[in-house]
């Protein structure tokens, strides 16, 4: 009896050993695939669901959760420069598990078609978004739509081209703007313009280390204190892509779409909310003065202690911000009716 209990328990500890020693050699070794890994898990956690959708030859990928017609409209959420739809994921987990909302790839990331640079300028980002759009249905009701850094300067001009889909707009630290202020990030691409034989040393796209931690350094205003494998997997995971993060960046800092933001912000007609992290080093918080003179009306909400990435910095108060905000549109238009 006792050396049958002795079998079953030398068992039981070596079937726990199993997925424990499986972890620490990914960890060690494959921290990428363990970092996507993780993202899996939390959008299963979650309750989202990745999905591609088509339009002819190109395809789109996406996360959603929930259905679209409840008490508040859709939210669609496009991500910064170099990110992904999971980059959302702090912040989804903040909403309402009722609420629909997408989070979509944007053109060339992660799952959804890398094609060529007409894609990657604002101009055709905004465009494979309207098809996006279109693709799923989400053009059939009104929906809220939500854009951060470069997927803020691609909400703006979506907004102004497009109002009839929206019913209201959310733009965090968007890009596309003429800022009264240089921001660090700003003076830095000052100097590679007038040194360009420096250009390869751009501060989005890290090589190393060192550069990943200066990156995150300048994205955040709250360092990060991350474990050393957990950085060497997202460098892991970027540097592969880092010859398409070159293209789209030096396509969204062109002549062309820099400042199409600025040019388009007038023509926003939809009911606009701001979001910016008061210590942003990428784009200065000075452009929410630039908005809110062109459209007095937006809803401005500053944060203190906050950088560039509110979606990781401040998810919970971005979450319960942009609900506010529908909410407060909700409220406006039972009374006009």
């Not at 990657?120 to 939500?146: A, C, M, N, T, W």
């Not at 590679?192 to 890290?206: A, G, H, Y």
């Not at 701001?274 to 500053?302: N, T, Y």
Request: charged share 20%; net charge neutral; with cysteine.
């Amino acid at each position: 009896m006792e050396l049958t209990v002795a079998r079953t328990m030398m068992l039981a500890g070596s079937v726990l050993v199993v997925p424990v020693v499986a972890f620490i050699t990914s960890f060690l070794l494959w921290p990428g695939t363990l970092l996507k890994a993780y993202n899996w898990y939390m959008r299963r956690k979650l309750g989202l669901v990745v999905h591609y959708s088509h339009s002819g030859s190109y395809r789109f990928c996406y996360s959603s959760r929930g259905t679209p017609g409840g008490a508040t409209p859709s939210l669609l959420l496009l991500h910064g420069f170099s990110a992904t739809k999971d980059m959302w994921l702090p912040v989804v987990k903040y909403l309402p598990t009722d609420q629909h909302v997408v989070c979509v790839d944007m053109p060339g990331h992660e799952g959804t078609s890398r094609t060529g640079i007409e894609d990657y300028s604002i101009e055709g980002q905004v465009g494979r978004i309207h098809q996006f759009v279109q693709s799923i249905g989400l053009d059939k009701r009104p929906f809220h739509l939500v854009g951060t850094s470069m997927g803020g300067n691609v909400a703006g001009v979506y907004a102004a081209r497009h109002p009839a889909h929206l019913c209201s707009v959310t733009l965090v630290c968007p890009a596309g703007l003429v800022y009264p202020t240089d921001s660090e990030f700003i003076s830095r691409l000052r100097e590679l313009e007038k040194n360009p034989q420096e250009n390869e040393s751009i501060p989005l796209i890290p090589k190393t280390p060192e550069e990943l931690d200066d990156m995150l350094r300048l994205c955040c205003h709250t360092p990060i204190n991350l474990p050393k494998q957990v950085l060497r997997g997202l460098l892991h995971n970027r540097i592969p892509n880092n010859g398409f993060y070159k293209e789209v960046f030096m396509e969204i800092v062109g002549e062309k779409s820099r400042h199409l933001l600025q040019e388009h912000m007038h023509l926003i007609t939809s009911p606009l909310q701001v979001i910016w992290g008061k210590e942003d080093q990428v784009l200065d918080v000075s452009g929410a003065a630039v908005l809110q003179a062109a459209l007095p009306r937006c809803r401005l909400d500053l944060l203190d202690n906050c950088g560039h990435s509110v979606a990781l910095e401040r998810p919970r108060k971005a979450a319960t911000l942009i609900m506010d905000f529908l909410s407060a549109q909700e409220v406006s238009d039972k009374k006009l009716s």
